[in-house]
């Protein structure tokens, strides 16, 4: 449980509103700018999730499609009982692609299934470690293994420097005149460390007050 300031080899969540609201007052502190998109946004879900072999087949499944592609997708496959590693390991690739899945896909998902990773180790292994983890499988990269970290393992200091709402985001707390490269936003986010996940949670809010307020009516 993160409450404060930690020794950086101490692994750090946030489990509960309570603890973010309590991370997001330390960041403000840090960071003052946060303060008025606190009072925009309120306090962000967490949106935790499970984990898993099955989250993180899910989120493969998912890249590069539409919110409604990736679930009929994952329908199909949900229904034909292919989303444990045991179906995908028996299934041939022509009865993964009948369920939507390109050879792209099939390859990552293969992968993901021979690294047979121990998802009850990792929420004792520090970020990085589990970054490289997640990274070795064919098909996920920093940004998967970010979210996974911060929704999965409820981890308090990731900030998702390749994802474009962040960008987007802290573009406009910081008075920016371009979205920040990752390189960038590494660099000007540290000091908002070891609150980052916090960060990130009121960014991705405040991207989407963004776009509601800019949406050109009807």
């Known amino acids: 449980m993160a ?14 509103l309570n603890e973010l609201e309590r991370h997001i007052k ?14 925009q946004v309120g306090t962000p879900s ?9 989250e993180l087949m899910r989120a493969m499944v998912g890249q590069q499609l539409s919110v409604a592609a990736a679930a009929s997708i994952w329908n ?25 899945l390109s050879r792209q896909k099939i390859r990552y998902l293969r992968s993901l299934v021979e690294h047979d990773i121990d998802f009850a180790a ?19 990269g920093r940004w998967t293994a970010e979210m996974y970290l911060l929704f999965s393992l409820g981890r308090a200091d990731v ?12 573009m406009s707390l910081l ?9 960038q936003l590494r660099l000007l986010s540290e000091p908002w460390s070891p609150y980052r996940s916090a960060a990130s949670l009121l ?9 509601k307020r800019d949406a050109v009516p009807l």
């Open 3 to 16: 409450n404060g300031s930690q020794p950086s080899n101490q692994i750090t969540t946030i489990d509960t």
């Open 26 to 39: 330390q960041l403000i502190q840090i960071e003052p700018r946060f303060a008025p998109v606190y009072k």
């Open 46 to 54: 967490l949106r935790r999730n499970n984990g898993g072999f099955n």
């Open 76 to 100: 199909k496959l949900d229904k034909a009982g292919m989303t444990t590693p045991q179906t995908i390991k028996n299934a041939d690739d022509d009865e993964l692609r009948i369920n939507g």
């Open 122 to 140: 990792l929420k004792n292994l520090p970020d990085d470690e589990v970054i490289a983890t997640l990274t070795a499988v064919t098909g996920i």
């Open 159 to 170: 900030l998702a420097v390749d994802d474009l709402a962040i960008k987007a985001g802290a």
């Open 175 to 183: 008075g920016l005149d371009d979205r920040p490269m990752p390189k």
């Open 203 to 211: 960014l991705w809010s405040h991207y989407g007050w963004l776009k």
